[in-house]
């Protein structure tokens, strides 16, 4: 009996080749997301917010537009990438906890990925739902968008360490090489959310 619960409290071990798998998808997962935070910067940067109207998470009241505008075009796709970004990131947390151990840092990590990106979608659909989007210069806009951005920092950062540490990375190791870039960018944008700020104030 103590060997069929201690069975279902830790999944057995995953093996070298299903880590180096596992570490694999999570910088495919990592990539894609920093590839739908970038096409979130174009939405904002084209004022592409508002293309779908004050609807969530239909786009002008349908499930697929017809016949949209740009800009609907736009922020549609932006919905349905971060769509496929949410369920990738599940799917990811579901595999770490399938392969590795109860506390393991792969695992928390992976969990705390998830957290994050559906606080990413429910501070989208606020945005959405209370028009917070277009050209709304107001003071409620800057802080939601402050905390949207900040948000998504956490995500990349635990995306990345999800894939940093499921490459073999000790818990106290710098990333180096590939994974670099990734802990560069997050630095260089730290400012992000105060610009913003700044921005609804001045505008």
Do not use: K, Q
């Not at 499930?63 to 349905?80: G, K, L, Q, S, Y």
């Not at 998830?114 to 429910?122: C, P, Q, R």
């Not at 402050?146 to 894939?163: E, G, P, Q, S």
Request: net charge positive; proline share 5%.
């Amino acid at each position: 009996m103590s060997g069929v619960s201690e069975s279902v409290a830790y999944p057995p071990v995953a093996t070298p080749s299903a880590r180096r798998l596992f570490a694999a998808a999570a910088w495919v997962v990592l990539g894609f997301n920093l590839a739908v935070i970038l096409w979130g910067a174009y939405v904002r940067a084209t004022g592409s917010g508002a293309g779908c109207g004050a609807h969530w998470p239909l786009c002008n009241g349908v499930v697929i537009p017809r016949a949209p505008e740009v800009a609907t075009r736009i922020e549609f796709t932006h919905r349905a990438s971060s769509g496929l970004a949410l369920l990738l990131v599940a799917g990811l947390a579901v595999w770490a906890a399938r392969s590795f151990p109860r506390a393991h840092r792969v695992r928390r990590a992976a969990a705390a990925s998830l957290g994050f990106i559906v606080v990413e979608a429910l501070l989208g659909a606020g945005l959405v739902l209370f028009r917070l989007v277009g050209d709304n210069p107001s003071l409620t806009r800057g802080v939601v968008g402050a905390l949207h951005l900040a948000n998504t920092m956490l995500l990349v950062a635990c995306l990345a360490l999800t894939a940093w540490w499921a490459s073999g990375a000790t818990a106290a190791a710098w990333p180096r090489g590939r994974a670099a870039w990734v802990w560069g960018l997050s630095l260089i944008h730290i400012s992000e959310p105060t610009r913003l700020l700044s921005i609804s104030y001045a505008v």
